[in-house]
């Protein structure tokens, strides 16, 4: 079988949870990213360690066959690469700010001002679509300190917590885009190596899957089962087993971990003892 070659970020905020989820999936990969390329054992896969900003080229070149990298990056310089799956970290925006004394109202109060970004190709699509015109200033980073050093009047950059914004007296203003870490793939990959990232999406589907998932085991009193079955939502229906205890069963089900606690707090309204709860590595869909 071909090898799939992916493009994971050398090092950064991407680089752990991009090996952790290959590893979530059963692959072990040979060697350390000081390597710059290693081969997995177990899986027709080759890691390749690149440069985030560079991937979107290695993709459109047939380099590598497959990237995990931020969708910003994507819309930044790849509108032409495809995404096949969405990877649920690093999520992020892309926002517009100005310092906390700046009067803002509408994006029009952009207009001849001077705007410090690494984004470019994104920062004049957004000023185009609402016909502003501003004066752009492209750096690498620390772009936040713009402001403050007298270099723009706003910028454009990730927001994630905001504590960077905070900590330089700045405020968010726009949202331009909402941005996770994706699977990407190049417009050029052959028909053998599409099977192989099938069977690497089936994977990441079943893991993603798994972790939005939490496996729930409990105890309850029969006389309370109808109203606890009703509360569990389950794959299908909830497992229920009798316990040696006369008048009691066990319970097993699946829960959407953004529902966890509020449901967690009901089943012990309703008499649920002994609440075990498991994540879940896989879920096959
Ligand atoms: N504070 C943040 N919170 C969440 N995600 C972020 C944050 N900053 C960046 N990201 C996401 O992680 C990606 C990688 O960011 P990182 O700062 O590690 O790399 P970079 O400096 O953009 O690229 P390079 O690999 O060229 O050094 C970004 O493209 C974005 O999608
Ligand atoms: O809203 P926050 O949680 O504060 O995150 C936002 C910051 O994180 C990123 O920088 P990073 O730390 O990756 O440094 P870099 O500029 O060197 O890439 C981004 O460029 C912002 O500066
Ligand atoms: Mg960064």
Known sequence: MSKLKIAVQKS???????????????????????????????????????????????????????????????????????????????????????????????IKDLEGKRIATSYPNTVNGFLQSNNVNAELHIINGSVEIAPNIGLADAIVDIVSSGSTLFKNNLKEVEVLLKSEAVLAVSPNISEDKQQVLEKLQFRIKSVLKGRQNKYVLLNAPNKNLESIINILPGMNSPTVMPLAKEGWSSLHSVINKNDFWEIIDELKANGAEGILVCPIENMVV
């Open 12 to 106: 950064g905020r991407l680089h752990d949870d991009s090996m952790k989820i290959l590893k979530d999936v059963g692959i072990s990969i040979d060697n350390g990213k000081d390597q710059l390329k290693a081969s997995a054992r177990n899986f027709p896969l080759e890691v390749f360690y690149l440069r985030n900003g560079d991937i979107p080229q290695y993709l459109r070149d047939g380099v590598v066959d497959v990237a995990i990298i931020g969708e910003n990056v994507l819309v930044e310089k790849g509108k032409d690469i495809s995404i096949v799956e969405k990877l649920g970290f690093s999520t992020c925006k892309v926002s517009v700010a100005v310092p906390k004394s700046t009067k803002y109202s509408t």
